[in-house]
């Protein structure tokens, strides 16, 4: 589902979405409200950064709808 959000990725197979996308290296932190999750820019952040979704905090429901946000670092 998460790669009919991305551009030009709606027909990658799911291998392709998890090494581009989500085998990536981060920091998450929680703060007892929001957790963050922080990245550093490469070569496919433009076009996270074109998903609505994800450009602000969202909840997440199945942890008692925490906020979540991404940053983006160099």
């Given at each position: ?27 998450i932190s929680y703060d007892g409200s929001m957790i963050t999750v922080t990245m550093r820019k490469h070569a ?31």
């Amino acid at each position: 589902m998460f790669r009919l959000d991305l551009p030009r990725f709606e027909k990658c197979k799911a291998g392709t979405i998890f090494k581009k996308f989500i085998n990536i290296p981060g920091k998450i932190s929680y703060d007892g409200s929001m957790i963050t999750v922080t990245m550093r820019k490469h070569a496919h952040t433009p076009i996270w950064l074109s998903v609505r979704k994800i450009t602000k905090p969202f909840e997440i429901p199945w942890l008692n709808n925490t906020k979540m946000q991404i940053k983006w670092v160099m």
